[in-house]
């Protein structure tokens, strides 16, 4: 999976970095907990979700499969106070279990889409595993065709809310048919945010 970020990694860094994070993830603001509260990032890209969740004080845990991301992200982001894993991604998430934490946040933005259809089951079991009680995941699902050379899968809210059932959880906000910030024809998303009572 991480071949095509290995890749494109100036590119792709340099897109992510096009787009405001205040603005990308207004549609979550008002749900983020009191800082400083624990934020998990995963799949965290060039860094710039996890560089505004550090700047609004939270301690930010980055979790990012692709060394070369991560080693842009660090050049992109220094003066950030995030606390990077390098090398894990979904639907293991070993290194980051190994650890033993909980979070008051986890952020799943433009990353279930990599997840293959019999992994995620598994997948959100894992994500649900290091959500301290009352804790909210916000996620985006992507609907529409793939850059070429990317591996991406159809997602679904309904899958999202049967392994929520699954697992105590509940979908407490959904957007769906967002508009593609970034301008890609034929790319819309669905926004949830996911809470565990």
């Known amino acids: 999976m991480t071949s095509y970020y290995d890749a494109n990694v100036s590119h792709l860094a340099a897109t992510y970095e096009s787009l405001e994070a205040a603005r990308l993830n207004a549609w979550f603001r008002d749900v983020l907990p009191a800082a400083p509260a624990c934020v998990l990032d995963i799949g965290a890209g060039s860094g710039r979700d996890a560089a505004w969740l550090s700047s609004l004080g939270y301690e930010v ?9 991560v080693r842009e992200a ?8 995030i606390h990077w894993i390098e090398g894990d991604a979904l639907p293991g998430l070993e290194r980051t279990l ?8 986890i952020l799943l933005s433009a990353v279930w889409m990599h997840v293959p259809p019999a992994e995620q089951r598994r997948a959100f079991r894992k994500v649900v595993s290091l959500m301290r009680p009352g804790a909210r995941m916000a996620m985006t699902l992507r ?17 999202i809310e049967s392994f929520c ?6 979908v407490e906000r959904r957007h769906d048919a967002v508009p593609d910030l970034g301008g890609r024809s034929g790319v819309t998303w669905t926004q949830l945010v996911v809470r565990v009572p």
Do not use: K
Request: no cysteine; aromatic share 8%.
């Open 61 to 69: 845990l980055a979790v990012e499969p692709s060394a070369a991301m």
């Open 74 to 81: 660090q050049r992109i982001h220094p003066e950030s106070v």
């Open 98 to 105: 190994r650890r033993g934490q909980a979070f008051d946040f």
């Open 143 to 159: 609907h529409g065709p793939a850059a070429p050379g990317q591996m991406v899968y159809e997602t679904t809210a309904a899958d």
């Open 165 to 170: 059932r699954d697992h105590g959880a509940y």
